[in-house]
């Protein structure tokens, strides 16, 4: 496996940060956002291999739904692509998670924190932290399937009122039983709250509490952990690389998906930076790529020009940005046409700046 190794960030201070994982930074699965278009944009934008991107959260039976054509409904396999996967059925979990290995993908991951009521009603996501021993059994099962890429879990602090130390620390020691215990856990360092608030509420209401992160840290010091929640600086970032193996951003990379270059520049003191004219063109030719190749209409189809414009929406900002979307939006809806869509694009860009 190639989750980890020693890895050298080169310093911000005197002395020179070791992290147990090969890429110590990554993104956060958010649904509807990290779609693999969304994906190529951050590829794109920081191709150096040096961050996990995570993709949206996928059910096991969808992955398996979509066997044939796991490319397109999860996105391109890539050595630094995360896929995140749930569901509570042992053996489909370990079955998508083995399919997802064979089609070339490195690494997924499990959700135990997603709080939202859909979720909840499937008896996955954040639930499963109230039964570990169900989350122990679905790694084991990896064993039986022959799964080696590495399979790791995302959690909350807690759930409800099971929310003290004791309780995380069970939930960690359970997993550790499994025959194959996660090689790296993800916790989002919020407790979450399964009836009355919305999945948004949950990322924002439960109060951040990265001292019980660190905590568990220390109290097992052979499991590196990566922390979750409310990262929006980079000197944050660095910070909590500290006391940590790693750190996961979410919103801020969703709104201003440019900020990886702001950790390239001031982490990894790498200046050769994309401008966004060069990111933009380097999106569109990936859209024409795909819109150019032939689909039957039996093949699981192509993602509309809508959906495909989204990802370039963050990048331009203020007037011009206000422009771009209603200039775009208006084109889209009299022409819909894939073969038209740099074209669209570039015509909307060019009216946005007057």
């Known amino acids: 496996m190639t989750l980890f190794r020693k890895t050298l960030i080169p310093t911000w201070s005197k002395r020179t940060l070791h992290t147990r994982l090969q890429r110590p930074i990554s993104v956060a699965p958010m649904v509807d956002i990290t779609t693999p278009q969304f994906l190529e944009l951050l590829h794109i934008i920081s191709g150096k291999d040096r961050y996990d991107y995570y993709t949206e959260m996928h059910h ?18 890539r050595s630094n692509i995360v896929v995140q996967l749930g569901g509570s059925e042992i ?7 083995k399919l997802l290995q064979d089609y070339g993908y490195k690494h997924v991951n499990i959700n135990n924190g997603c709080p939202s009521p859909n979720v909840q009603h499937g008896s996955f996501g954040a639930v499963l932290m109230r039964t570990p021993e169900l989350v122990s059994d679905m790694l084991s099962a990896m064993v039986k399937h022959n799964v080696t890429i590495p399979v790791t879990v995302k959690c909350r602090t807690g759930v409800d009122h099971q929310d003290d130390f004791e309780f995380l620390t069970n939930y960690v020691k359970t997993l550790n039983q499994s025959e194959r215990p996660p090689p790296h856990l993800i916790v989002h360092a919020r407790k979450c709250i399964l009836k009355g608030l919305s999945p948004k509420q949950n990322r924002m209401i439960p109060p951040l509490n990265y001292e019980r992160v660190f ?11 990566t922390i979750n929640g409310g990262f929006t600086e980079v000197d944050q970032i660095k910070s909590v690389l500290e006391k940590v193996d790693g750190c996961m951003i979410g919103r801020k990379v969703m709104d201003e998906p440019i900020f990886l270059q702001a950790l390239d520049q001031e982490i990894y003191k790498d200046d050769q930076v994309k401008s ?6 380097e999106y569109l030719d990936y859209v024409d790529k795909l819109y150019s190749r032939p689909i039957s209409k039996d093949e699981y189809g192509l993602p509309p020009a809508t959906l495909m414009v989204r990802p370039l929406m963050p990048l331009y900002k203020g007037r011009q940005g206000r422009n771009f979307r209603r200039h775009i939006q208006e084109k889209l809806k009299h022409d819909k046409l894939p073969t038209q869509f740099s074209n669209l694009v570039s015509a ?5 700046k007057i």
């Open 60 to 77: 096991c039976q969808a992955v398996l739904h979509h066997a044939d054509h796991l490319d397109r409904f999860v996105g391109a396999p």
């Open 91 to 97: 053996e489909p979990m370990a079955k998508a998670t």
């Open 215 to 225: 905590e568990l840290s220390r109290a097992f010091p052979d499991l590196p952990i």
């Open 276 to 281: 966004i004219d060069q990111i933009t063109t």
């Open 348 to 352: 909307s860009l060019m009216q946005s």
